[in-house]
């Protein structure tokens, strides 16, 4: 079980279809065969796409704007996207300016799953900060600056990992089209496909799909 309030998601292989599951059965749904009676039966519990934001610093975290991911979310649905410092306080901008939140005082509901698009390591947590704390000092993201289209959460996260200069990050940070392509999309593709099969579990008990010759770990 992951640390965390939501049930696993398993997935298991019989009949030529990949089942999805919150517990497993004692027997298949098509067939009605005992799984102790076939050896394809070997059940893996999918990676849990989400993070707690105070329990990773360092790190650029997405979020959905309205409720969470899981119970809330739809293709409409704004996402919002901010910081965490090493101590996994909270660092966003939004139209009421630029916020840093402590680590014990975040809404722990809005927060608790998230996104992690990126992270560095304990080395940088150092520089990770001064780049914080010297970000806020210019004094740039101010309340009045805020434009929902021009100068929003994404600006701001552009913006400090342009000063950051990690240089694992540099070159893919200069504009929020190839930041999203090659951060965002593929974690927000992956989770749009947990949360389908989780809902759709959550529904009818289980959900299966025929098998493509996928990899086992494949979802």
Same mark, same amino acid.
């Given at each position: ?10 997935? +298991? /292989?019989?009949?030529?279809? /990949?089942?999805?599951? *919150?517990?497993? %059965?004692?027997? =298949?749904?098509? =067939? ?11 059940? +893996?519990?999918? %990676? ?8 990773? %610093? ?34 966003? *901008? ?10 014990? #005082?975040?809404?722990?509901? #809005?927060?608790? #799953? =998230? ?21 806020? !000092? ?6 009045? /600056? ?9 600006? *701001? ?13 540099? !070159? ?6 190839? +930041? ?14 947990? &949360? ?7 529904? =009818?008990?289980?959900?299966?799909? &025929? &098998?493509?010759?996928?990899? #086992?770990?494949? &979802?």
């Amino acid at each position: 079980m992951t640390l965390n309030r939501d049930p696993d998601v398993v997935c +298991f /292989k019989h009949c030529g279809r /990949k089942f999805f599951v *919150f517990s497993v %059965p004692s027997q =298949c749904p098509v =067939c009605m065969q005992a799984f102790a009676q076939s050896d394809e039966f070997l059940p +893996f519990t999918l %990676p849990y796409p989400f993070v707690n934001a105070t329990q990773s %610093p360092c790190s650029v975290v997405l979020r959905s704007s309205c409720g969470d991911f899981l119970s809330n979310f739809q293709n409409s649905t704004n996402l919002h996207i901010a910081l965490t410092d090493s101590c996994g306080s909270i660092v966003e *901008f939004d139209s009421p300016g630029l916020l840093w939140t402590l680590s014990k #005082q975040v809404d722990k509901a #809005q927060w608790r #799953q =998230c996104l992690l698009i990126m992270q560095v390591p304990e080395s940088w947590y150092n520089e990770w900060d001064q780049t914080l704390r010297d970000v806020i !000092e210019k004094g740039d993201w101010r309340r009045r /600056k805020y434009d929902e289209d021009r100068m929003n959460c994404y600006s *701001f996260v552009l913006d400090f990992l342009r000063l950051l200069k990690y240089e694992d990050y540099a !070159e893919f940070v200069n504009d929020r089209g190839t +930041f999203s392509t090659n951060f965002v999309v593929p974690k927000t593709a992956y989770a749009a496909k947990y &949360i389908t099969i989780f809902r759709r579990i959550k529904e =009818c008990g289980f959900w299966s799909e &025929i &098998i493509n010759n996928c990899d #086992q770990q494949e &979802i």
